[in-house]
């Protein structure tokens, strides 16, 4: 190696941050296997690369003694002061024994490490990127579909969108342009893996942030979310500002900004509801679309019994009871649902 090589070395740490002596500290590393290798690995040898000429130099150390009992790894008290005189027994000798053709090897071993140490750079930044991006959305385009895997390009890498994350009923094509939530982001041997989601709660709420101004200014609040992927979502919102109405910023102007959520969503449903702290006000009002009579409170038990009007009953509790789950759900609250009949049956 040469000096135009140490000169690489510092258009690497320039351009990639890359730390010019590790990478020396590495090449040296990998230069005493490759000599082990080549050369003999009984020996126990030091690699040495001038940090002015990029000269690649080999020494054999060995331990100084009266008598060489094994002449790889020891060396008798005569040939050591011959070195140098101030050597004694017990002392460690550094002897050169860089083979004539070692420099094409250590070329070869050193473009290896180079190359490997910048995919690992490459790859630790890609991490850390995405990693800092985890609960956020990313846009991607399907690359394809492996065992129902859907893997999704996201510019310098991919994204996985399993088919748990998957909101049922949607199909991906290649070349799609999809939208999802940064799931989670681990390291792995071969890189960082980027596990997508359509289906988390976090998805929707990072989509209202983005269409919706005054959540993203803070004026508008979440409070909670609940969902069931690719049917129905109940988002309980709240305004810090007397004069702005909550549900109507959600809605936007003639449903413009919740049409632009449901239509990311493909066609989900999505109910805005006012947050109280009241919770009777609450629990009524996660029922929506629903109209609610009465609400009677079991603090102890947080549980709640509704009354709703008779031709109301199917609509409060929802196709396969999904409307009052999803309303347990958003409020944290068991919520026991009965028709006005019914409960004047009850009391006769």
Not at 100 to 119: D, E, L, P
Not at 190 to 209: A, N
């Amino acid at each position: 190696m040469k000096a135009e090589f140490l000169e690489a070395l510092d258009e690497i740490e320039r351009e990639k941050g890359i730390s010019k002596e590790k990478l020396l500290e590495a090449i040296e590393a990998a230069l005493i296997s490759a000599y082990k290798k080549n050369f003999g690995s009984s020996q126990n040898v030091e690699v040495f690369i001038d940090r002015e000429t990029g000269e690649v130099k080999v020494y054999a150390v060995k331990n100084v003694t009266e008598e060489v009992t094994d002449d790889l790894l020891e060396i008798d008290i005569d040939e050591a002061k011959k070195i140098d005189p101030i050597y004694d027994i017990d002392d460690t000798v550094r002897v050169e024994v860089t083979p004539k053709n070692f420099g094409r090897i250590a070329a070869q071993t050193a473009k290896q490490v180079v190359v490997q140490r910048i995919r690992e750079a490459e790859r630790e930044i890609i991490y850390e990127e995405f990693y800092s991006r985890e609960s956020e959305i990313v846009t991607g385009l399907v690359q394809r579909v492996s065992k129902n895997n859907v893997l999704v390009n996201l510019g310098r890498t991919e994204g996985i969108l399993p088919p748990t994350e998957q909101i049922p009923g949607e199909t991906y094509k290649q070349g799609d342009r999809i939208k999802s939530y940064i799931l989670e982001v681990k390291r792995t041997t071969k890189g960082p893996q980027i596990f997508l989601s359509r289906t988390h709660p976090g998805f929707v709420k990072r989509l209202f942030e983005l269409e919706v101004p005054e959540i993203h200014d803070g004026i508008v609040d979440i409070y909670s979310i609940s969902r069931e992927a690719g049917s129905r979502t109940k988002i309980a919102v709240y305004s810090n500002e007397h004069d702005v109405d909550p549900v109507g910023a959600c809605v936007g102007h003639r449903g413009v900004r919740v049409r632009a959520i449901v239509d990311a969503l493909n066609g989900e449903k999505i109910d805005i509801i006012n947050w109280s702290e009241d919770p009777v006000e609450f629990i009524a009002n996660s029922l929506s679309p629903a109209e609610v009579i009465d609400v009677t409170i079991n603090e102890e038990e947080r549980s709640a019994s509704v009354i709703v009007p008779d031709y109301q009953l199917s609509l409060a509790i929802g196709k396969e009871g999904q409307n009052a789950r999803l309303a347990a759900k958003l409020t944290g609250w068991k919520i026991d649902i009965k028709s006005e009949s019914q409960a004047q049956s009850n009391q006769d």
